[in-house]
Nanobody, 126 residues
């Protein structure tokens, strides 16, 4: 069974940081672009970052630039999203997704992604 299993979410104080992990099982990520998306309460899902299959190219949405770092380890078949300087408006469900032969960063569209994780909740509150 092909799955993306996420971990690392939770409650964080404003100004804090955390790292989300997304591990693939049942398939290898070598030929997949990886994307991270978030959906805040009452809002639409937002594409925040993606990384090419080789890891050489990345993209960050303007709303998160300077606070996120996306990375991947194809040997471990896992990708990561490091988030720093968290503020309450960053409270959301963060989901990872994989797109076969994806063209990140030239193309980064929610509908193009093939496999999705369930998404850990990240809550920022004092």
């Amino acid at each position: 069974q092909w799955q993306l299993m996420e971990s690392g979410g939770g409650l964080v104080q404003p100004g804090g940081s955390l790292r989300l992990s997304c591990a693939a099982s049942g398939f290898t990520l070598d030929h997949y672009a990886i994307g991270w998306f978030r959906q805040a309460p009452g809002k639409e899902r937002e594409a925040v970052s993606c990384i090419s299959s080789s890891g050489a190219s990345t993209y960050y949405a303007d709303s998160v630039k300077g606070r996120l770092r996306i990375s991947r380890d194809n040997v471990k078949n896992t990708m990561y999203l490091q988030i720093k300087l968290l503020q309450p408006e960053a409270t959301a469900i963060y989901s990872c997704a994989a797109e076969y032969l994806g063209a990140c960063p030239r193309s980064f569209h929610i509908a193009s992604f093939d496999y999705w994780g369930q998404g850990p909740q990240v809550a920022v509150s004092s």
